[in-house]
């Protein structure tokens, strides 16, 4: 072709001259629509079929177009005036083109903005049947529900293993409408007033002036508000326990902390607490084993999540309930019920399941589902109702208000993870990113053109939809006022508690983690003012983490009630728990047995754990296909190490020694014992054996369901 030439290029001819790219030649099916892709058009007040076909999604047809559906033969080359030329203002594909990958980004969430979702289902067992009118609460109703894990004060770019709260924010696309419950993995909250929000934030951010460091609660402005929060103390001493670093999404607790009223169909109250438990167990990883993970795999729970949900090892947890009286002071064994730094102990209050839920798919796109999802405590059903802790009442107003930004306007429940899976009839007309297209002439009411409709659902009726019950709560008789009530004054007994509750290695752990991030605070006294509030808390925690900063040790301040201790606030118990998509590491090398090696991968299955060979090289070694080499293998992946290869690569005795020091179980087959000893690891030391490679497997077998071998701290 000649570089003058004037070249018209008809669809079907090749767009160039360049070499083919490989695409794939037979073009594939559209994706099968989602169950909740059914637009909202169809539910007009009228039912008139609307202009807009219900699957005008995406991907449709099998050739490349223009937004406008315009056939395009080409989208690698700009229009250009010759083949040296410049570009051509004309060439609209190239402006549509750069134009839409220019706004590709929204704004990230201000603050959980890193996460990850699965799709499930909740089923209900009826046992809460009898304090609410909550339809998906009926025994025996399977309901859909979405799920958004999440750090709170990374960016969306930011590592997984941060030391900090986890979000856990669950929407069920009920009967009645959607009911989002926008919970936490930690049951208490740092400060007791919403109008705080934006100060604690602003606080755990980074600093403003070089927006360092990310992700991470070690640093002054941190500590500064902390400090200066005695009510904060509660919240952050579980965010100072392993409890800030799970080792799974699927293995993490979840809180709705404030406490909700439920209503039944007689107008009967209780107030309740909302937990989600996990089957799994609660697990966490220890922090020198996050700090690495950070590094080498900054993505390790959105990829756990993922890979357990396509294995097939879907996980579930129990919805579980505590419940109060009604009564009017909403005061329980004495501690307040609207405080959200406080917790009801199990031990006072215990756990009443109402029903269980499995997730078990993974969002198709990551943009349209895990980002677009939009949570708010206010997205509440028949039978469920607020309370006046003030935290909440001010995250009724947060939610909605956030996402017209971060969403583009007031419509965003038109978005398909956000459509409700019940009909929908609203006189919400118009705005940005309007989906619907509406019929009839009346969005008011009451009206007399379009039939009357929509019509209001009845409060208590046996007929038709329930409607939304707003529970006539008496409203308390006093002057206005920016106060607290007193009963929220005690700070410092549940942060006392909790490190009472815990095991000594939990408490050591503790202990380290205040000396870790206060050692990286620079402003004396704010470490000075820390320790103060730690003092407050416990004498022995105080004498240690003030030990490590040089400094001495403050005489109380306040007088601290003591409470007993709450057994299931420690996360290290002598439970057993289902092992489901562990990943146990075979070290082997081109000299291991392959029938040795075939067996031990048999047993591994066949016990629903994942096995991960690894080998000098990849491809294939000793009859297996290998999935990491030394050079790509990482302790951090691993829950159990077995080496059946005699080797001294620096690698592999690195990643021995970092399972170690994690309190992972390590086996070695006899005749490669040298391995374990070449990595200063004590064959007698806990949660160790050299055997017979299938001894060998079944002694790391029977470590896996306790987590760690926490006698390795111990001894
Ligand atoms: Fe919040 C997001 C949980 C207090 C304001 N919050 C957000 C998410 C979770 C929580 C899990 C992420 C939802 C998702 O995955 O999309 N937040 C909590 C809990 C709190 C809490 C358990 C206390 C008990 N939050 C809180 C307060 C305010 C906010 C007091 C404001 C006054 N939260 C927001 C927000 C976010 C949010 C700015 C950011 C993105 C979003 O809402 O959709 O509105």
């Not at 937990?275 to 990829?303: N, S």
């Not at 909403?330 to 006072?348: N, S």
């Not at 050591?508 to 509030?533: C, D, M, N, P």
Request: charged content about 20%; overall charge negative; proline content about 7%.
């Amino acid at each position: 072709m000649t570089e003058d030439a004037n070249e018209i290029k008809l669809p079907g001819a090749p767009a160039t001259e360049s070499p083919a790219v490989g695409e794939p030649t037979t073009p594939r099916g559209r994706l099968a629509p989602k169950p909740d892709q059914s637009g909202p058009e169809t539910r007009t007040p009228t039912g008139a079929p609307t202009t807009a076909p219900q699957d005008a999604v995406a991907q449709q047809g099998h050739y490349l177009t223009t937004a406008q559906g315009v056939p395009l033969a080409d989208t690698d080359h700009s229009l250009k005036a010759g083949r040296r030329g410049p570009v051509l203002l004309q060439d609209h594909h190239l402006r549509e083109k750069i134009t839409h990958f220019d706004h590709e980004r929204i704004p990230e969430r201000v603050v959980h903005a890193r996460g990850a979702a699965a799709h499930g289902h909740f089923v209900a067992n009826g046992e809460a049947e009898k304090y609410t009118a909550a339809a998906f609460l009926k025994a025996g109703t399977v309901t859909d529900t979405f799920v958004r894990f999440s750090t709170v004060l990374g960016s969306r770019g930011s590592a997984d293993t941060a030391r900090d709260t986890r979000g856990f924010a669950t929407k069920f696309y009920t009967t009645e409408g959607v009911y989002d419950l926008v919970g936490n993995n930690i049951p208490v909250f740092f400060i007791q007033d919403a109008i705080k929000f934006p100060d604690i934030i602003h606080a755990g951010k980074p600093h403003p002036d070089r927006e360092i460091p990310q992700a991470q609660s070690a640093h002054d402005t941190f500590w500064d508000f902390v400090s200066l929060h005695t009510e904060a103390q509660h919240h952050t001493i579980w965010n100072m326990s392993d409890r800030a670093l799970p080792r799974s999404y699927r293995m993490m607790q979840g809180f709705g902390i404030h406490t909700f009223r439920l209503v039944n169909a007689d107008g009967a109250t209780v107030l309740v607490k909302f937990h989600w438990r996990p089957r799994l167990g609660t697990h966490g990883l220890v922090w020198e084993e996050a700090q690495l993970i950070a590094g080498k795999d900054p993505d390790y729970h959105r990829r756990d999540l993922a890979d357990a949900i396509e294995a097939g090892a879907y996980p579930e947890w129990d919805f579980a309930i505590q419940v109060f009286p009604d009564t009017e002071d909403q005061l329980f064994a004495g501690i307040d019920l609207l405080d959200p730094t406080k917790l009801v102990p199990e031990e006072l209050a215990p756990l009443k399941v109402i029903g269980t839920m499995t997730l078990d798919r993974n969002p198709l796109n990551y943009f349209d589902e895990t980002e677009q999802v939009a949570f708010h405590p206010g997205h509440l059903v028949p039978g469920i109702d607020v309370t006046s802790d003030p935290l909440l009442q001010g995250r009724l107003f947060s939610y909605l208000d956030t996402q017209i930004t971060r969403l583009g306007g007031p419509n965003f429940a038109q978005i398909p993870i956000n459509r409700p899976h019940a009909d929908v009839n609203d006189m919400l007309r118009d705005g940005l990113h309007q989906d619907a297209v509406h019929s009839g002439v009346a969005p008011y009411r009451p009206n007399s053109l379009d039939g009357g409709c929509p019509f209001p659902a009845a409060l208590h009726g046996d007929e038709g939809a329930q409607a939304f019950i707003d529970v006539p709560q008496p409203v308390q008789q006093d002057v206005v006022t920016r106060a607290q009530p007193a009963s929220f004054d005690d700070h410092f007994s549940q942060a006392r508690q909790f490190y009472r509750s815990l095991t000594p290695i939990e408490q050591q752990h503790v202990k380290q983690a205040y000396s870790f991030e206060l050692g990286k605070v620079y402003e004396q006294t704010i470490k000075e003012r820390e320790l103060q509030a730690l003092v407050n808390i416990d004498v022995d925690l105080a004498a240690f983490v003030a030990e490590q900063l040089g400094l001495d040790v403050p005489a109380a301040s306040e007088n601290v009630p003591d409470t007993d201790p709450s057994g299931a606030l420690s996360m290290i118990t002598d439970d057993e728990w289902p092992v489901d998509g562990r990943q146990l590491g075979i070290v082997i090398d081109d000299e291991t047995d392959a029938s040795v090696l075939a067996s031990v991968r048999e047993a591994v299955d066949a016990a629903g754990v994942t096995p991960v060979v690894i080998a000098p090289h990849g491809g294939t070694a000793a009859g297996s296909p290998v999935q990491r080499t030394f050079q790509t293998a990482a302790s951090i992946e691993l829950d159990a190490v077995l080496v059946l290869a005699s080797t001294s690569d620096p690698r592999i005795v690195q990643l021995l020694a970092e399972a170690f020091r994690h309190d992972k179980a390590i086996a070695a087959a006899t005749e490669a014992a040298d391995t374990l000893h070449v990595a200063a690891i004590s064959v007698s030391a806990p949660g160790i054996a050299v055997e017979e490679p299938a001894e060998a497997t079944r002694a790391l077998l029977e470590l896996l369901p306790s987590h760690r071998v926490w006698g390795r701290e111990s001894a």
